[in-house]
């Protein structure tokens, strides 16, 4: 879903305790609980979002079928629009950034086809015919390391080569990499990288059948599957929707309405998992010393049950300790499906999904799909 997963906070993404629970929290939040009034909201949810240089590009059901659109992060303006024949669950930059990528589960790109992936131009915001990369099956994360775009999803061939849940690809001409040899025995939702180690979540139980419980990091120098083999968070998170990373741990986002983190050296837990009333799909790591975290719980997260903290789609936690920030809990409406992607760029947090509105002065402003939280 996003370009990468390390993240600079005040920056452009150029540059991604059992019973302790809420306490000892700074008296503000990094961000403002009353998002800003945006000049343009988009006709359907939005899945997927990252940015570059002051551009926030987004995809989703934009248009109420399928698109892409770029948006001044500073004025919330429209730039342009790229409609699609359905979703669009992942973006990705290349490293220079005139391109980008995106990846889901459209079979046409301004009414060309384009099964599952589109490459299109920044300047001209246009997709660039050359590139044929192509999966059967849904994309729903992408990530570039040098002139590779990685490929996550519920797919089941790149460019008619069987592989299951995991691709890589030539980011100049969409040709299969066929030294990344990998297959999970299921889907693969997130990427995120940790140095040379490429982070997998997903629903899988074995890649290349060898035993991961929905997390694996695949060694990128030497081409290997790593022996960090964390355990599930819990016995129903069997569905890993996002994670992320800031070197020292790997976060995710999980089904069984669970939220964690792992030490990247040991597997171990890094604190105890966050629970809430629905699942958790998104993360951020805008590097506050906060993980952002985004779902469809529609009440309350918690770490020890007796202490619950009133949060709706959206809601933070100390990476430190795993605390949650009860400065910051912001209401959004419409529980389901919620949030998808949270993405920061100077001075703002962005939050996407499929969601009616957010609440301003205790009442539902009905602005949809977007939302953005100003620094405090």
């Known amino acids: 879903m996003r370009w990468t997963r390390w993240l600079a906070y005040g920056a452009a993404a150029a540059t991604s305790l059992a019973t302790v629970v809420a306490f000892g929290a700074p008296a503000h939040a990094a961000y403002s ?33 399928g698109g892409i659109a770029a948006v001044d992060a500073d004025t919330g303006h429209l730039l342009w629009q790229v409609p699609a024949g359905d979703d669009v669950r992942a973006l990705a930059l290349s490293r220079d950034g005139t391109r980008l990528y995106a990846g889901g589960s459209f079979t046409t790109v301004n009414g060309a086809t384009h099964r599952h992936l589109v490459a299109l131009n920044v300047a001209k915001h246009r997709v660039i015919t050359s590139w044929k990369a192509r999966t059967e099956g849904n994309v729903r994360d992408l990530l570039v390391r040098r002139n590779t775009v990685y490929i996550a999803g519920k797919i089941r061939t790149v460019n008619g080569v069987a592989q299951r849940g995991l691709g890589a690809v030539n980011g100049t001409t969409g040709v299969r990499d066929a030294s990344f040899r990998y297959s999970a025995d299921d889907d693969a939702f997130g990427l995120a990288r940790a140095g040379k180690r490429l982070l997998v979540s997903g629903s899988f139980s074995r890649i290349n059948g060898i035993a991961r419980a929905s997390l694996a990091a695949i060694n990128l ?47 171990h837990q890094a604190w105890h998992r966050i629970r809430g009333d629905g699942d958790f799909q998104a993360l951020s790591l805008p590097g ?89």
């Open 288 to 376: 506050d010393g906060r993980l952002y975290l985004g779902g469809h719980f529609g009440k309350e997260i918690w770490i020890d049950p007796n202490n619950r903290v009133g949060a709706s789609n959206v809601a933070a936690v100390f990476t430190a300790t795993g605390r949650i920030d009860t400065a910051w809990t912001p209401k959004i409406y419409k529980v389901y499906p919620g949030t998808w992607t949270i993405t920061s760029t100077v001075g703002r947090l962005w939050v996407g999904g499929d969601f009616a509105g957010e609440q301003v002065n205790g009442v539902n402003n009905k602005e949809p799909y977007l939302a953005a939280y100003p620094v405090a």
């Open 221 to 267: 120098s030497t081409n290997t599957l790593t022996n960090w083999a964390p355990p599930r968070l819990c016995s129903d998170c069997d569905q890993y929707f996002d994670v992320r990373t800031d070197g020292t741990n790997a976060y995710v986002a999980t089904s069984g309405n669970a939220a964690g983190a792992f030490d990247l050296t040991t597997g």
């Open 33 to 65: 609980e009353q998002p800003v009034s945006l000049p343009w909201h988009p006709s359907g949810p939005v899945h997927s979002s990252v940015n570059r240089s002051g551009v926030l590009y987004l995809g989703g059901e934009l248009n109420g079928v």
